[in-house]
């Protein structure tokens, strides 16, 4: 008895809806990065490079998987809210309306970003979106006037949730300088010769 009642807090913890939000955090904050990184990448390639066109098919193909990884995250996070608030709600102070107002920002920039580059490839072309060489469907139609408004919107509000992201970041700070000291001691651990 007292093996399974050892076992269930930890297990209980592991599986919980708080922990498949930060998982899913995580994940997001991962791919992030490469898709900034391609993106400036892809953009500043010559149009006969070969490798421009297999670079925008991966960027946009990661663009969808933040958007499935979103839905879950929501669908997650409202889970994590109803056991958090269901029984009492929260109070309403300055630090945690700063924090609520930076998230949702943060959560609109998560959703807009993919579906400004929706709205950028369709109106270039359509079905010019594909993930991972899957054909998607338009969420929007062709319409060649509006790319330079498309393309705008697209850049911008990658640069501004970019912004909100190091503001996130330095929100975090502590937790930002813990991830980085973990890294260090695990490479630090990788580089040392085996025994």
């Not at 509006?146 to 190091?166: D, K, P």
């Amino acid at each position: 008895m007292a093996t399974s009642s050892a076992i269930t807090p930890t297990k209980r913890r592991r599986t919980s809806a708080f922990q498949r939000l930060m998982s899913v955090h995580w994940w997001m904050a991962g791919i992030y990065p490469a898709l900034w990184g391609v993106g400036l990448l892809m953009v500043k390639l010559d149009r006969e490079n070969p490798v421009r066109s297999p670079l925008y098919d991966f960027h946009k193909s990661l663009g969808i998987v933040t958007l499935m990884l979103l839905t879950w995250r929501i669908i997650t996070l409202l889970q994590v809210w109803w056991r958090k608030y269901a029984k009492r709600w929260p109070r309403f102070s300055l630090p945690w309306l700063k924090l609520v107002a930076l998230h949702s920002l943060l959560y609109g920039f998560m959703v807009g970003v993919p579906l400004s580059g929706f709205y950028l490839s369709n109106s270039f072309k359509s079905q010019n979106v594909r993930f991972f060489g899957l054909v998607m469907p338009d969420l929007f139609p062709e319409n060649h006037a509006a790319l330079g408004l498309a393309r705008s919107l697209h850049f911008w509000l990658s640069y501004v949730f970019l912004a909100f992201v190091i503001l996130h970041m330095i929100d975090q700070w502590k937790v930002v300088k813990a991830l980085w000291r973990r890294f260090q001691k695990w490479f630090q651990k990788r580089q040392q010769p085996a025994n």
